[in-house]
Every structure is written in structure tokens, then in C-alpha cells.
């Protein structure tokens, strides 16, 4: 009877083998020589191992040994197959899939993975595997179908109920406080129903800064670009502030409230360095005095700008003086020959006793 059990056993195993891929170009080393042991899903954000939802953060851990090898540099990777074996593109930034490794003879670590699934990754079912090779050719190198060699599994990529993302956030670096500003960003859905209405919002607290926006009827799948504009005021310049972006969806129509949010890891953050706003010399000329003109002037005003303001400036009080020179000037013209008008009155009526 043990040797039936032991027979269905060894089955079981060689059949999985069968199943299992080798990624190495010459064939793997031998077990004793190098190993991948296992290869774990470390449930950063989702709550049941490899069920897996697009655009989620998925922290893989995978166990390395090197039992027989001097050269102690070796590079992991991971690799994400389809049901007919087909590699494919599953994150967002391939370069998450790639480390190099120190791993001294005699010695195993424990190498973790952390990467954002791709919001355009097929539902589905998929496998994933770990390679670990020395240099170029994978002479020294073995490969490993997750968990383990007795417990392969699948991976199932299954769609979020409701849920909205956004991708590639585009916008100004520098903003001039008090200007209108814009935002280009994609908005995904990546859930398993159309979206009646999609909020959209933009919020910093040291900008004082809560913008929404609305959208409506998203379809399943969809990604629509939209522009996002609104103003930006402050009064710290030359220092950077963040922007965060994210979203309501999942509309109740009958309480006219969004039941979910974006999580906070799949909110945007845009970098933004607040500048003073400028002043112009018309400005200066007219009388518009904004953000202490007096101490700040604008940094930018030419040399021939301030010669030209000044010229001006110069002639306009020069003008004005001397008109108002020659009116004082015939004012004590005109008083002096009334007084001598008079004294001469007086004279001529006292030589004549008039």
C-alpha cells in the first residue's frame, strides 16, 4: 500500500515537472549546485495569494541558494507566462523585474520583489517564474515555476468590481501664484462595470488647494485624457509643493454619493515650485503696486526698460516745473507793475494836490 501512495506521489510531482518551464538556455545546474527554493506572494495589496487585480501593488519574495560557486555576483529575474507559455508584459516598469545579487558560496538569501501589475494586463490565467544566472549564455543558471517544485500554482488576474485610475499625470513645473494652471492625465477604468460618474480631485494643504472635476459614463476599460484647470495661489515662492490627484467612483445615483476612492497608493503626486508673480514697468508707471513693489521689484526689468522709464519720468516733472515756473513768473510780474501803478497814483495826486 506505502508503495502505491508512493508511486501516485512521484506521479503527481513528475507531472508537474512536465508542466513547468526551463528558462535557461543551456539547461538548469544541478539542485546541488545552485537553487531557487521557493517563491512567495507577500500580500502587500491583495487579500488572497496570486489572486491578483490590474494596477495593484504585488510584493513577490523569492528564497535563493548558492551551495557550490565562487563567483558570488548573479542577477534575478522574474518572468510572467500565459496559459500557452508566451512571456509576457505584466508591470508597469519592466526594470522591477531585474536585481542584481551578491550570494557567497555556501550562503541563501531572501530576495523581494515589489512592482505595480499594468492596468492593461489580459484577465486571465498566468504563471510566474524566477531566473538565476551568472553573466551572458546562462552557462551557470537554474529557474524555478512558482511556489516550489512540489506546490506550482497559477496565477489568477481577476478585474476590481469598481475601479478608477490615473495614469501619466502631465503638468507645469513652475507656476506663478495667482495663474490658472493645467493638468493632462489619463483616467482608466480598469473595474468590471461602466462608471456612470467619475470625480477627479486635486488637493494640497499648503496651497489651500481642493479642486474637483467631474466626468461621466467611463465604459469598462476605457482611458480618457481629460485637462484639468484650476487656479494656484501662495505666498512662499521658490520652495516646492506636491499636488496629489485622485478619485471617486463607484456613483450611488439614488444617494448622489461615490462609494469608493482611489487607495493612496495609486494617487498621483505632481512636484510644483511656486514663483513670484512678475511686475512690468507699465504696471510700475500706472501705479500698480502688488507683493511689496516697493522691496521686490521685478529682477527681470532691462537696463534700457529702466533707462527709458526714467527718461520719461525726467521729462514729464521737467515739464511740469516750468509751467509752473512761468506762472509765477508773470503772477510777480503782473503784482510789480500794479504796485507801481499805484505809488505812481499817489505821486502825481500829491505834486498836483489833487
Keep these: 500500500m506505502n508503495k502505491v501512495v508512493i508511486c501516485i506521489v512521484l506521479l503527481v510531482v513528475n507531472l508537474s515537472l512536465i508542466n513547468a518551464l526551463d528558462f535557461c538556455e543551456n539547461g538548469s545546474v544541478s539542485k546541488n549546485e545552485l537553487v531557487i527554493k521557493s517563491i512567495n506572494d507577500e500580500l502587500i495589496a491583495n487579500s488572497y495569494k496570486w489572486a491578483w487585480n490590474p494596477g495593484i ?43 542584481g545579487i551578491v550570494l557567497a558560496n555556501g550562503s541563501s538569501n531572501d530576495i523581494l520583489f515589489d512592482f505595480f501589475l499594468s492596468n492593461s494586463i489580459l484577465l486571465g490565467s498566468y504563471e510566474l517564474y524566477a531566473k538565476l544566472y551568472q553573466g551572458g549564455g546562462d552557462i551557470v543558471c537554474t529557474s524555478l515555476k512558482a511556489e516550489n517544485e512540489l506546490n506550482y500554482t497559477k ?20 507656476v506663478m501664484s495667482g495663474s490658472n494652471v493645467t493638468f493632462q492625465m489619463n483616467v482608466v477604468n480598469i473595474g468590471k462595470n461602466i462608471e456612470p460618474k467619475v470625480k477627479i480631485k ?14 461621466e459614463n467611463l465604459k469598462v476599460g476605457e482611458s480618457r485624457n481629460i485637462n484639468f484647470n484650476f487656479p494656484i495661489y501662495g505666498d512662499v515662492f521658490n520652495e516646492t509643493r506636491k499636488i ?48 511689496n513693489l516697493y522691496e521686490d521689484l521685478d529682477e527681470d526689468l532691462s537696463e534700457n526698460n529702466l533707462t527709458t522709464f526714467f527718461n520719461q519720468s525726467l521729462s514729464g516733472n521737467f515739464s511740469n516745473n516750468l509751467d509752473m515756473g512761468l506762472i509765477w513768473f508773470f503772477s510777480i510780474v503782473a503784482i510789480l507793475i500794479l504796485s507801481i501803478l499805484i505809488v505812481l497814483f499817489f505821486l502825481i495826486k500829491k505834486v498836483f494836490n489833487l
Excluded: C, W
Design 57 to 99: 501593488n504585488v510584493g513577490i519574495k523569492v528564497s535563493v541558494e548558492n551551495k557550490n560557486f565562487s563567483n558570488e555576483d548573479f542577477t534575478l529575474e522574474l518572468i510572467f507566462v500565459d496559459g500557452l507559455g508566451r512571456e509576457v508584459e505584466f508591470v508597469k516598469d519592466s526594470r522591477d523585474l531585474n536585481q
Design 155 to 174: 496565477i489568477i488576474v481577476s478585474a476590481f468590481d469598481h475601479q478608477v485610475m490615473l495614469e501619466e499625470v502631465v503638468g507645469p513645473s513652475d
Design 202 to 215: 486635486a488637493y494640497s494643504l499648503l496651497l489651500n488647494l481642493d479642486e474637483k472635476m467631474e466626468i
Design 244 to 291: 496629489t490627484f485622485l478619485t471617486e467612483f463607484d456613483y450611488n445615483l439614488n444617494k448622489s454619493f461615490y462609494e469608493q476612492n482611489s487607495k493612496e497608493e495609486d494617487d498621483r503626486i505632481a512636484v510644483i515650485k511656486l514663483i513670484e508673480p512678475n511686475v512690468t514697468l507699465s504696471e510700475v508707471a500706472n501705479g500698480v503696486f502688488n507683493n
